[in-house]
């Protein structure tokens, strides 16, 4: 069974669709033994996949080969996640840390609250 990574990547649920999965295999974010691959490229089991999901980079292994879209139960039966926790704990850092989130209905920032913003973010704080 031949199945293309940027299928595979869709069928365990990775990427939204195919077509996002295509373009990130074009913009080089899915990598395979140290070389960046097409969306053509040829799954084999055992191939370890390092992935760059937004800020992300996540290690997966292929366990099994699959065509169609599974449930997110099965999973773990298709794909095993080699990601290191320190790198799930530095997304979830990060996102608790955004100064920038503001409450809901709070509206736009002003002129002035925009400025103070910027300020604050170049003085590295």
Not at 37 to 48: A, F, G, L, M, R
Request: charged share 35%.
């Amino acid at each position: 069974m031949e199945v293309r990574i940027d299928k595979w990547l869709w069928a365990v649920r990775l990427y939204k669709t195919r077509s996002l999965a295509s373009e990130a295999c074009r913009l080089g974010k899915v990598v395979c033994n140290g070389t960046k691959v097409k969306p053509s490229h040829e799954v084999k089991e055992n191939d370890i996949y390092q992935i760059n999901i937004d800020q992300l980079h996540r290690k997966v292994r292929v366990v099994q080969l699959l065509s169609n879209r599974v449930g997110a139960k099965d999973v773990a039966k298709y794909m095993e996640d080699l990601t290191p926790q320190e790198e799930y704990e530095r997304i979830k850092l990060a996102r608790q840390s955004a100064f920038e989130a503001r409450d809901r209905g709070t509206g736009r920032p002003s002129k002035r609250d925009r400025r103070m913003l910027e300020n604050f973010k170049q003085e590295g704080f």
